[in-house]
T-cell receptor, first 111, second 111 residues
């Protein structure tokens, strides 16, 4: 069965420092993977998606993720955090048209 | 702008009540989904539907049922609400080859 594991429930960074949110996936075939973001009291927003094209995927707001088959990982990164990046982030795998969500990583950004 | 509309943003119901959560999409999508979101658990799939009058159980269907009489509308039904069904409920729709669109969510409190 397809699944994703988000390795950190909380990540704290200072503004201007890099962000790394980790996600490992389990899949018997080449998966489709997404990252979603949810700001407080807001809906889910798609950050980026991987669908077996380029392994380095660029998303909105300066985020990117790299698909590494050998490590079964799809980590989300951003070179420099901004206060507005504080939110909850979900790694998601597609399983037969259904989205399977990770448990989420809450990102805190300190001034 | 394409939309998934959930009829209520906040809802308070009493234990034992029958509760209807409504979701309407205007994108002519075949697929519709109901998720619940709880802190530390991410989003978990309750039920989904790939076509009118069709429904499939997701990962946590117990205590819920669904109805899809028209393509654009997917209703989630709590037959007898219980306090452990207090949660945020999110509806989504998709079409093969298209993206997924989420509603804004209904925060249900069962007292």
């Amino acid at each position: 069965a397809q699944s994703v594991t988000q390795l950190d429930s909380h990540v704290s960074v200072s503004e201007g420092t890099p962000v790394l949110l980790r996600c490992n996936y389990s899949s018997s075939y080449s998966p489709s993977l997404f990252w979603y973001v949810q700001h407080p009291n807001k809906g889910l927003q798609l950050l980026l998606k991987y669908t077996s094209a380029a392994t380095l995927v660029k998303g909105i707001n300066g985020f990117e993720a790299e698909f590494k088959k050998s490590e079964t990982s799809f980590h989300l990164t951003k070179p420099s955090a901004h206060m507005s990046d504080a939110a909850e982030y979900f790694c998601v795998v597609v399983n037969t048209d259904k989205l399977i969500f990770g448990t989420g990583t809450r990102l805190q950004v300190f001034p | 702008d394409v939309k998934v509309t959930q009829s209520s943003r906040y809802l308070v119901k009493r234990t034992g009540e029958k509760v209807f959560l409504e979701c309407v999409q205007d994108m002519d999508h075949e697929n519709m989904f109901w998720y619940r979101q709880d802190p530390g658990l991410g989003l978990r799939l309750i039920y989904f539907s790939y076509d009118v009058k069709m429904k499939e159980k997701g990962d946590i269907p117990e205590g819920y049922s669904v109805s899809r009489e028209k393509k654009e509308r997917f209703s989630l039904i709590l037959e007898s609400a219980s306090t452990n069904q207090t949660s945020m409920y999110l509806c989504a729709s998709s079409s093969s080859g298209d993206g997924y669109t989420f509603g804004s969510g209904t925060r249900l409190t069962v007292v």
